[in-house]
């Protein structure tokens, strides 16, 4: 009881607004090896603790400020070693593989829920008086209608509509936060500082490595909210996110997985992850590793950096409808993405594919003969005996249940995915 007592009453902490989500300033890097993976703590502690801070009017709003303690807890074990030691299998960059669990992860995924660790994708804060106008005229997505506690998916394009990565943003009273994928952080954040110009009032900081990203993947998330005493968010449109104080430091958590908007994302700093992951495992969520997450990804049909969104296929041809407003002013690729939707200029799109074995990405899809297209993505799918893959097929070539042929004698037979069949194209004159 002493522990417990000691996690739902913190000691108290300064008011400090510079933590890495609501406002301006940096604070200190911390490791991702200072947390711990058990399922020591008990699993309503963090429910607990959600609703005695609620009963002190201590979960806010985007609109209030939270304490934030920086400090790590005290640890007893090394990251590496205890998560290693429930049979997951880490890479050398750190990141999760598996659990060894990855079938029952992607059925967990479908008919449950599971909790996957994303700390390694990408975490954008942008800040200054002029960060709407400045992302609103850097990505496809309408900011200027949206307001704080809102969010909304966001496509960042080439100047000739390249796809380059789907953000999912969050709009804070202070800041922007832009979840992207790891492999454009640096890009994506090198691209937007290259475009501030000298009046712009605007600030762009990696804060990647002082959080941690968590989501919650499948249909039964909405009971680990009301488990956890954050029910508010049940039924909220898809980016509407919350802020919340969890063991005395800041946490905010979202509707929405970046896959899919059946589940929540949750930012929180490095040193509450440690809490908010016991307490996790402590309600019997099945964890998902990386190498189940991209077959998840592959078969739920979310396009990836470097395989689906390349300077080969422009942002129509991706059909990232849901990401891009017809109604906004000038904004990079606005020139391109106009001609392409006025002429009718879409000459290939994104397709679900399930394969009858193996294929190797790159391959060219043919029918009759001719070369129609190309595979982009492959994965076991839901079980080891399905294989799943996308690519990007010629229009005139293309409809639901048509087979192709890929490479030299795999099978494939388009099918509609849930990530893209979601997307439906704007209407104009009307707001996004």
Known sequence: MNTLRCLLHPRPTPLNLNHPFLNQSPSPSIPRHHLRWSSTVSSSSLSQCFRSHRSRGSITTASSGLP????????????????TATGAVISDDGVIETFQNDEEALREAE?????ADLSHWGRIRVTGEDRIQFLHNQSTANFECLSEGQGCDTAFVTPTARAIDIAHAWVMRNAIILLVSPVTCKVIKGMLEKYIFF????????ISPET??????????????????VSDLIGQPYG????????????TIGVGNIISDVGYSMLMSTAAAEFVRKTLFGLDIVPMGSKAWERFRTYQGKPEPGKELTNEFNVLEVGLWNSISLNK????????????????????????????????????IFVDGKR???????????????????GYIKRKAASKGDKFIIGDDVVGTLIDVPYLARQSMPVKNQNQ
């Not at 941690?212 to 005493?229: R, T, Y």
Request: glycine share 12%; proline share 7%; charged share 20%.
């Open 240 to 251: 509407t996110h919350q802020h919340f104080v969890v063991h005395g430091m800041p946490m």
């Open 199 to 206: 009046n712009d009032n605007v600030e762009v900081q990696d």
């Open 68 to 83: 934030f303690e920086i400090s790590p807890p005290p640890i007893d074990h090394d990251f590496i070693d205890t998560v």
């Open 329 to 364: 002013g000038c904004y990079k690729g606005q020139e391109t993405v106009s001609r392409l939707i006025t002429y009718d200029g879409v000459k290939q799109n994104l397709w679900g594919l399930l394969l009858s074995g193996p294929a190797e990405p790159g391959s060219p």
């Open 372 to 390: 129609v297209g190309k595979l982009t993505s492959y994965a076991v799918g839901r079980k080891e005996s399905e294989h799943v893959g996308l």
């Open 111 to 115: 008919e449950g829920v599971v909790v």
């Open 212 to 229: 941690c990203l968590f989501v919650l993947v499948g249909p039964k998330s909405d009971n680990v909210m009301e488990k956890l005493g």
